[in-house]
């Protein structure tokens, strides 16, 4: 039995409390968020202790820490429990700045803790059909891959505020995506980008359109576009072409009916957002990150991936300030 601590309780926490709910040999001891009356609910369901995160880390009780906390709290507790010799699960992105990612994996490293970065995407059923596809060969060497991600509505001008800008906050994802599909990585960077949904975002100091080119040594080339509004809904796809074909990733509908009329053919509406379209996502990932844990295995995406996806996002946003390509 793995005994978990859970820090944080808001939208993500409880997508993590819900999967653990659904496994064996898995359980969640204690409970910890900066609103304890955050926590009451999962604590009712599982039985856990509300503490504090400090308490959560020390508990004996606890094997392994969820980090599900706002990004920039991320740093100390990845430190403390490190220290505490915890096995950490942590949200996405690790922290919004390269050099303090950089601190985590001097403590994770000296510590040997094992770490998973929480790149989602990667065990979505879809995209890791494709990607293993890609890497028995199916479609020779990889040449172009496309990746789009549509939100359906932007967040809250708060929210946009302490993001750390489109590039860290959502396209993140798509970065590991990129390196997921390519299977190298990027040494150039272009990115360009306006604020077309909410000139507010543009006074925030962010864009909320954004299209990314990379380039990576073997000659492939990478494009992501972003946009923080689709009026059809969450729209996530990808499309790599190789030398001996294609391979695509369309959205997940929320039925399969279609109908079909004088006027053309209709399917049902994509899955709303996030938290339902990777529903098997999160806990497929966390069920990896608990048999690698216990059992002490390598764990992808490391904190490596975290940095190295970090990076990719700070060279975008210098490119969008400066106009030009960034080599990394
Ligand atoms: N992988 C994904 O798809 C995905 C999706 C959403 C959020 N995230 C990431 O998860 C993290 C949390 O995001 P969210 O949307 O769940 O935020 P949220 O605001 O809904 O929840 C965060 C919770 O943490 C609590 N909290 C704040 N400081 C704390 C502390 N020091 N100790 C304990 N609890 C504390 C808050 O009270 C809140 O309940 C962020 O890093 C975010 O980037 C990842």
Known sequence: ?????????????????????????????????????????????????????????????????IIATPTDTHY?????????????????PVDLSADRIRDCIKIVTETGV???????????????????????????????????????????ISYIERSGGIFRDMMI????????????????????????????????????????????????ICQITNSRRATYGYDQRVEVHGAGGMLRAGNVLENTVESATGAGFAT??????????YEAAYRIELTQFMEAASKGAAISPNIHDGLAAQLMADAAAQSLETGLPVSL
Not at 29 to 38: G, I, N, S, Y
């Open 268 to 277: 049902a509406p994509t899955q709303h957002f996030f938290l339902e379209r």
């Open 76 to 92: 100390d507790l990845i430190h403390a429990a490190a220290r505490a010799g915890k096995a950490i699960f942590c949200e996405k």
């Open 114 to 156: 094992p770490f998973m970065t929480a790149f989602n995407r990667r065990f979505d059923p879809n995209f890791a059909t494709l990607q293993a596809r890609i890497r028995a060969g199916e479609i020779g060497s990889v040449e172009l891959v496309t990746i789009l991600s549509r939100d359906p509505s932007p967040p809250p």
């Open 173 to 220: 994802h798509d970065f590991d995506m990129a390196r997921f599909l390519l299977g190298e990585d990027a040494v150039t960077v272009f990115a360009v980008g306006a604020a077309l949904v909410d000139p507010a975002i543009g006074t925030a100091g962010d864009v909320d359109t954004a299209a990314v080119t990379l380039t990576t040594a073997s000659g492939a």
């Open 1 to 65: 039995m793995l005994n978990i601590g859970l820090l944080g309780c808001g939208r993500i926490g409880q997508v993590h409390a819900l999967s653990i709910a659904r496994m064996d040999d898995v359980r969640i001891t204690a409970l910890a968020d900066a609103f304890p009356e955050a926590a009451t609910g999962i604590a009712a369901k599982t039985g856990a202790k509300i503490m504090s995160a400090d308490e959560v880390i020390a508990s004996p009780d606890v094997d392994a820490v």
